[in-house]
Nanobody
Framework: QVHVVESGGGLVQPGGSLRLSCAAS????????VGWYRQAPGNLRDLVAS???????DYADSVKGRFTISRDNAKNPVYLQMNSLRPEDTAVYYC????????????WGQGTQVTVSS
């Protein structure tokens, strides 16, 4: 089992930046990839960015060129650097550790609120 904890959310003005962190513990050797998702009120939870074990990254079109997913050499934690933030980026951001055979395909964190507002 893997335990995931997000941190780094907060209130930021439009055009500002935030860096989110996703720290995993437990059976981290079983993690295949890590994804950052977000969910705004009334919306579905959507994938924002992901990074695989071999370092391949993928981004939603809405954040390409503004957000960067990365990790340190130990592959933990995984970061989401968010620049040029817009009000429409406001959401709860969740981290998911993808693990083969796990319930729901992996393990979710509790989420961290990001609010972009002047």
């Amino acid at each position: 089992q893997v335990h995931v904890v997000e941190s780094g959310g907060g209130l930021v003005q439009p055009g500002g930046s935030l860096r989110l962190s996703c720290a995993a513990s437990g059976s981290i050797f079983s993690i295949l990839a890590v994804g950052w998702y977000r969910q705004a009120p009334g919306n579905l939870r959507d994938l924002v960015a992901s990074i695989s074990n071999d370092g391949r990254t993928d981004y939603a079109d809405s954040v390409k060129g503004r957000f960067t997913i990365s990790r340190d050499n130990a592959k933990n934690p995984v970061y989401l650097q968010m620049n040029s933030l817009r009000p429409e980026d406001t959401a709860v951001y969740y981290c998911k550790a993808l693990v083969a055979g796990a319930p729901q395909g992996g393990y979710w964190g509790q989420g961290t609120q990001v609010t972009v507002s002047s």
